[in-house]
């Protein structure tokens, strides 16, 4: 995402510092230090269960949605809501 987009999941994850470590400034400087980022986002990630964190992240504009295995995804509201089951 954009900086400034990663600077908002950085206050909402409860880790503002995050968004000022010179490593992550930057798009760029995140995807050249992913291999340092990603590890400390999937820690993060994992003490929250999917729906706490679409509380917590959706709505913020993010251009995010819950993760949904097969039957949730042909049982959520928007797929009985287009019609996208048969």
């Known amino acids: ?3 400034a987009q990663f600077r908002k999941l950085c ?8 968004a000022d ?11 050249n230090a ?3 980022l990603i590890p400390i986002l999937n820690g993060l990630f994992a ?10 992240i959706g709505g913020h504009g ?3 949605g819950p993760v949904r295995n097969v039957k949730e995804a042909f049982d959520c509201e928007q797929a009985q809501y287009r019609k996208m089951t048969l």
């Open 47 to 56: 003490n929250k269960t999917r729906d706490e964190w679409w509380d917590l």
């Open 11 to 18: 206050e909402i994850i409860g880790k503002p510092e995050l």
């Open 34 to 36: 992913r291999d340092e």
């Open 62 to 64: 993010f251009p995010c």
């Open 21 to 31: 470590d010179e490593r992550f400034l930057t798009n760029g400087d995140r995807v």
């Open 1 to 3: 995402g954009n900086d």
